[in-house]
């Protein structure tokens, strides 16, 4: 069955470095995102990818963030300068339309 | 902007004992998702709710949904433990792109 996949599964690193997560979504799903999910919290959405562009984004998605799909494959999340409180578990998702397919995730520790 | 809540937050209960977790939303919603959480893992998607009156069963669970009330129920019968997880209810509306989550009951199930 087509799943989403997501590297690395863990990432450790240093308060102020950059971190690029990496995804694959379900290849013909049209529709991409991010959400977060700090621990034992709700999850939340940063942000949606339509068309090879942004379609939202939220609050927390500040300039610190970006995406892409640098190919017809893969679509990243990079975190430009991480702090302390972007430790979170990241999911990547997609959809046809309709139900969303989460990855397992990339768990981040910035310490 | 949708705001979600579930309640309960935290249920312990035993097996064979039926029980329904709740989920209330602020606004209109185009759809209601529940999701599954394993500790550590990904959001296994349960069900998805498009119309008032919408009910779906899987096996010891059913999800219903009542636009008018704004509240979907999700409800188990005759629990074993394997349906112990976090269950999460996530609306879409507002506009919005990205699902609204809300907190996640954390649910054990005593043998």
């Known amino acids: 069955e087509p799943e989403v996949t997501q590297t690395p599964s863990h990432q450790v690193t240093q308060m102020g470095q950059e971190v690029i997560l990496r995804c694959v979504p379900i290849s013909n799903h049209l529709y991409f995102y991010w959400y977060r999910q700090i621990l034992g919290q709700k999850v939340e959405f940063l942000v949606s990818?339509?068309?090879?562009?942004?379609?939202?984004k939220s609050e927390i998605f500040d300039d610190q963030f970006s995406v892409e799909r640098p190919d017809g494959s893969n679509f990243t999340l990079k975190i430009r300068s991480t702090k302390l409180e972007d430790s979170a578990m990241y999911f990547c998702?997609?959809?046809?339309?309709?139900?969303?397919?989460f990855g397992q995730g990339t768990r981040l520790t910035v310490v | 902007e949708l705001k979600v809540e579930q309640n309960p937050l935290f249920l312990s209960m035993q097996e064979g004992k039926n029980y329904t977790i709740y989920c209330n939303y602020s606004?209109?919603?185009?759809?209601l998702y529940w999701y599954r959480q394993d500790p550590g893992k990904s959001l296994e998607s349960l069900f998805v709710l498009l119309s008032n009156g919408a009910v779906k069963q899987e096996g010891r669970l059913m999800a219903s949904l009542d636009t008018k009330a704004r509240l979907s129920t999700l409800h188990i019968t005759a629990a074993v433990h394997d349906l112990s997880a976090t269950y999460f209810c996530?609306?879409?509306?507002?506009?919005?792109?990205?699902?609204?989550f809300g907190k996640g009951t954390h649910l054990i199930i005593q043998p």
């Open positions: 998702a997609s959809t046809p339309g309709l139900e969303a397919f």
């Open positions: 990818f339509y068309n090879n562009e942004i379609s939202e």
């Open positions: 606004t209109t919603s185009d759809r």
């Open positions: 996530a609306g879409l509306g507002g506009g919005a792109d990205g699902l609204t």
